[in-house]
């Protein structure tokens, strides 16, 4: 079994769309979640942490599940510039042992269509 | 623009070559990483470093091997790689390490191709 799932898609979804990704993970001693935003050929960039709480930014809003063991990402009014690989990422490092360890899901792929 | 850069951008070696990867942050981060992405996978650790000391290392073959000679270098010595090694090699870092919080900072990655 996999530590991160993602569904890998695609999605391909109309501009204005909103369009909601879902993450599973393994360990449930797990600290952190993160959601990092990949353009093809291009480093991972971090695009929201993701908190017990639930988080939003922008059009972007992250809820986590810890009962579940999922996390979410929900895009509101899609943009052409959205077009991405959308990874999921959660820390196994248990906390203040030197091991910030990250693993990481295969990746969503979202297209956004004019 | 990122702040971990990355050189060279793309590297093409024979298997018998002996090859670096530089990687460089100005963040003040005290942990750094490297990690190997093949084509449409995610990014698989291969090291850690934390204040200079390697903290993990994932069972990696000893044709890479990592030099950290301070805390804002990270080096990747290659040597008799194999094709199979063709992939794009990431570096990052964060805080220190020790944070279950902590954001890693991605650099822009070496695209290698082993002939």
């Known amino acids: 079994r996999k530590e991160v799932e993602q569904d890998p898609g695609p999605f391909n979804v109309p501009e204005g769309a909103t369009v909601a990704f879902n993450c599973t993970y393994s360990?449930?001693?797990?600290?952190?979640f993160f959601w990092y935003r990949q353009d093809c050929r291009k480093e991972p960039k971090l695009l929201m942490s993701?908190?017990?709480s639930g988080n939003e930014d922008g059009r972007f809003t992250a809820q986590l599940n810890r009962a579940s063991q999922y996390i979410s990402l929900l895009i509101r009014d899609s943009k052409l510039s959205d077009s991405a690989t959308y990874l999921c990422?959660?820390?196994?490092?248990?906390?203040?042992?030197?091991?910030?360890?990250?693993?990481f899901g295969t990746g969503t792929r979202l297209t956004v269509i004019p | 623009d990122t702040e971990v850069t990355q050189t060279p951008k793309h590297l093409v070696m024979g298997m018998t070559n002996k090859k670096s990867l530089k990687c460089e942050q100005h963040?003040?981060?005290?942990?750094m990483y490297w990690y190997k992405q093949k084509a449409k996978k995610p990014p698989e650790l291969m090291f850690v470093y934390s204040y200079e000391k390697l903290s993990i290392n994932e069972s990696v073959p000893s044709r890479f091997s990592p030099e950290c000679p301070n805390s804002s270098l990270l080096n990747l010595h290659l040597h008799a790689l194999q094709p199979e090694d063709s992939a794009l090699y990431l570096c990052?870092?964060?805080?220190?390490?020790?944070?279950?919080?902590?954001?890693?900072?991605f650099g822009p990655g070496t695209r290698l191709l082993v002939l």
């Open positions: 963040m003040g981060h005290r942990a």
């Open positions: 993701v908190y017990s």
């Open positions: 360990n449930s001693a797990s600290q952190s």
């Open positions: 990422v959660v820390n196994m490092g248990e906390y203040g042992t030197g091991a910030n360890n990250l693993f």
């Open positions: 990052a870092s964060s805080q220190d390490g020790a944070k279950a919080q902590e954001t890693q900072y």
